[in-house]
């Protein structure tokens, strides 16, 4: 079956510690998306990346870093730097390079700092 | 990017035909509108999106007015599962980023 996964589902740190995020795609897809969402708002995003070996930033980056190695690979870090990590964090991937580049969107890994 | 304002909540009857409305007075002539829906805790699907043209798919319609400052997603007969966060968004084609707003909260009854 074609899509994203993300793993974990739930996550579990404590304050001050590093944590990746997975994110992977079999849809052959060029581009990839982070966002967070806190309770009861819209998506926001973190990081994007067109291409295989570059990412932009989004809109809250500080405090988190990305890597694209692969295509089929975009894992988010949440570093301590984070002022307030405890979230619900996606990830999307899309074709790229279209005009109706349609996004589509992994489960979803909630992480909770304690 | 353009801004959109949906209702807060909606109700619908189940089986019935549910419209969310959405403004988007301010959308430029290449923006899209795009609608997903997020049932809690999970990622955000995909459902329909147009520039100025009606569309329907498996899963809703969209209809665009013709100034393009606003438009409507209809589910034509409504289930119980298409309870959920319904977000409107517009966005400039080929840019990546999608910009979520608060949504409308659909609850179809039985």
């Known amino acids: 079956d074609g899509g994203i996964t993300q793993s974990p589902k739930y996550l579990f740190r404590k304050e001050g510690q590093n944590v990746t995020l997975s994110c992977e795609q079999n849809?052959?897809?060029?581009?990839m998306y982070w966002y967070r969402q806190d309770p009861g708002q819209g998506l926001r995003l973190i990081y994007y990346s067109q291409i295989v070996n570059d990412f932009q930033k989004g809109d809250i980056a500080e405090g988190y870093s990305v890597s694209r190695e692969k295509k089929e690979s975009f894992p988010l870090t949440v570093t301590s730097a984070q002022k307030n990590p405890t979230a619900f964090y996606l990830c999307?991937?899309?074709?790229?390079?279209?005009?109706?580049?349609?996004?589509?969107f992994g489960p979803g890994t909630r992480l909770t700092v304690l | 990017d353009a801004k959109t304002t949906q209702p807060t909540s909606m109700d619908c009857a189940e089986g019935r035909a549910a419209n969310l409305p959405c403004n988007h007075s301010?959308?430029?002539?290449?923006?899209?509108v795009y609608w997903y829906r997020q049932i809690h805790s999970q990622g955000p699907q995909y459902i329909i999106h147009g520039l100025k043209n009606n569309e329907t798919n498996e899963m809703a319609s969209l209809i665009i007015t013709e100034d393009r400052k606003s438009s409507t997603l209809i589910l034509p007969h409504a289930t119980l599962r298409d309870t959920a966060v319904y977000y409107c968004i517009v966005r400039v084609a080929v840019e990546g980023k999608l910009i979520f707003g608060q949504g409308t909260t659909l609850q179809v009854k039985p």
């Open positions: 999307a991937s899309s074709s790229g390079g279209s005009r109706t580049d349609t996004q589509y």
């Open positions: 301010t959308i430029s002539g290449n923006e899209y």
């Open positions: 849809l052959n897809h060029d581009a």
